[in-house]
């Protein structure tokens, strides 16, 4: 029996992964990354655990390249989960940081969401998810960028469910703390050697994921905040 399509976006690593991984027993993974070795073992991992995965070769900061590599594909799922984050001063962030984190965190969304939607909507139904953050909610010193393109995640989500839901098109979005990544040790101000364990984990994201797209059919959970149970630095 084939299996309906999952799109993940930064799927060779992280939160992005372990999305991939916990969707891909019950659908056909679509992974996005820029790194084909990356994408390659993801897919083999898949394929290892019986599953079945398609590596997309694709850079999220260029439309162009969007357009064309999506321009056939069908996913029942899209999870729009790509982002990178740079913490600093706005007096200390490059142009090209600026416009890195725009592009890749809130113009992308654009950009794929896009090239996918009108399917969903032919077919009558989809799930579309993004991974935010809570720091769309809270802002902080350092997160001019970074939590400004946060809180446009939600402004952007919950407009395009008001748009989409009537068409059978469920739009969510999932709001995470601390999770321990690399990605987060990098943009994050704790100290070097500060235990992780307290921090929410990759899978705890993509469980959270996974619930939302198996809501019964006339069920629909548009928002899932996330925190550690027992925070601590």
């Known amino acids: 029996m084939t299996r309906p399509l999952a799109l993940v976006t930064g799927a060779s690593r992280g939160i992005g992964r372990a999305i991939a991984l916990r969707l891909a027993a019950h659908y056909e993974i679509g992974a996005i990354a820029r790194s084909a070795s990356a994408l390659e073992e993801l897919a083999r991992d ?134 321990s990544t690399t990605m987060r040790a990098n943009m994050t101000s704790f100290k070097e050697g500060t235990d992780p364990n307290w921090m929410l984990t990759a899978d705890d994201v993509a469980a959270a994921v996974d619930f939302l797209v198996r809501q019964p059919a006339n069920a629909h959970v548009s928002r899932i905040e996330m925190r550690p149970s027992r925070p601590g630095r």
């Not at 290892?48 to 064309?68: F, H, K, M, N, Y």
């Not at 965190?105 to 953050?133: C, E, K, Q, Y």
Request: contains cysteine.
């Open 46 to 179: 898949i394929t290892r655990a019986g599953g079945s995965c398609r590596p997309i070769v694709l850079d999220l900061t260029d439309p162009a390249a969007i357009s064309d590599s999506l321009r056939d594909v069908q996913p029942a799922v899209l999870v729009n989960n790509a982002g990178v984050g740079v913490i600093k001063p706005l007096l200390e962030l490059t142009p090209q940081e600026w416009h890195r984190m725009v592009a890749t965190n809130f113009d992308a969304l654009f950009h794929v969401t896009r090239a996918v939607l009108p399917g969903m909507i032919r077919r009558g139904g989809g799930d579309v998810v993004t991974i935010g953050s809570l720091a769309g909610r809270n802002s902080f010193a350092g997160g001019t960028c970074y939590a400004g393109t946060k809180h446009a995640v939600i402004a952007f989500t919950e407009s395009l469910m008001a748009e989409v839901r009537q068409q059978n098109v469920r739009v969510s979005v999932v709001m995470p703390g601390s999770v």
